[in-house]
């Protein structure tokens, strides 16, 4: 067996997990979690990224020989490098308020539909194009000489080389997902630089070795290579959809939900566009087709207002509260900034004429019902849009941990639900380095050896179909 160091940085925190990887084993342990916690400044809120790269070291020096090292992240984020190298601030948060009204700016100059046709990408306020147009004319990126993506900057650190994977590229809303190269045209219109970036990587492409000073740091003996995965978070967890055939389809959890279908192609349609599908790249060619739902940061957000309880008994509580008595729109954008959760959700519910949940139970059950509602319409819309039937939905991630989200899930799809595994993305970006040094063989054989390896729960659906059509229809009459 070979051991395989996987660095997942998630928006709440990182970790640097160890896979070891045989003909037929595949077992992952961490090695080092830590903390992410973005930083309100005056200027803004900001990620700590210099924090996260002492806990990726840390996490290297306890992860002990490893054959090669991968790093997957959140996307659209980046770092800005002047003409030493040396990294200019720390990278503005997605959440940030700087986006807030340069959507309308952008389509002034390029409609929204001809944008979505061009790139795919569906509408989020925080995309990398929106970022940067919120950013023009700012002395930071007049002095910037290059921009890396958060997985790209912690790698240039660890190797002093640069590079842009296309996973994460493709989020930016600067990518074709039908040739997985720049649109010079669209950001020549904005007055976006391309050349800031770094030539593109692909899952599986080489990128460097670890600097001496790193060995030095970690106590690892050299060479130790870099190894690019799919370093979008996403893109290695649906690696890791431990799937049997091609009908299926996928939502990673964690503080979003990202639910959809892997496609040979995109569907670039104005429906799909009105619907808010997304088309970004993934491991082997394919096209992540999803839709972004706000998630567990829902909970997330309601738990820490709370003062932290204690989470087994929250959702014996939400269990035992009437299913489908309120539900809200998981994917409104009013939920996307941090704050005041449960009274925003306590809001939403009176404005729509719904009764209103008062325990941390009965919110805790609201939010619940409308993540599965929003996992139920997202699934549904992906089989419309790309003629594309699934017999199954995979969920991954975080979320595999909260059975009752899971089973709601499968009620709310009318299809059997497969949790597993939880450290998706890990896994995915473990894999992908694996089989760049030959141990593993193509996608469908990854997946094989996570179905053989990896605990999965099945739940069936149950319940009455119709309380769900009744609670869709209550949303779409807002």
Known sequence: MKAYAAVDLGASSGRVMVGRVGPDTLELTEAHRFPNRPVLVPEGLRWDVLSLYAGVLDGLRAAGPVDSVGIDSWAVDYGLLDADGELLGNPVHYRDARTEGVAEKVWATVPAAELYAATGLQYAPFNTLYQLTAAAGTARLAQARRLLLIPDLLSYWLTGEQGTELTNASTTQLIDPRTGDWRHDVAARLGIDLELFAPLRRPGDPAGLLRPQVLAETGLTGPV?????????????????????????????????????????????EDSRAANFTNELGLDGTVRYLRNIMGLWLLQECVRAWGEPDLDALLRDAAAAPALRSVVDAGDAAFLAPGRMPERIAEACRASGQPVPRTPGEITRCILDSLALAHRRAIADAQRLADRPVDVVHIVGGGTRNALLCRLTADACGLPVVAGPTEAAALGNVLVQARAHGLVGDRAGMRRLLARTQPLTRYEPQGDAERWREAEARLALR
């Open 225 to 269: 290579p870099v190894t690019a995965v799919g370093s979008h978070d996403t893109a290695s967890a649906v690696a890791a959809v431990p799937a049997v055939g091609e009908r299926f389809a996928y939502i990673c959890t964690g503080t979003w939900s990202l639910a959809g279908l892997e496609l040979t192609a995109p569907v670039l349609t």
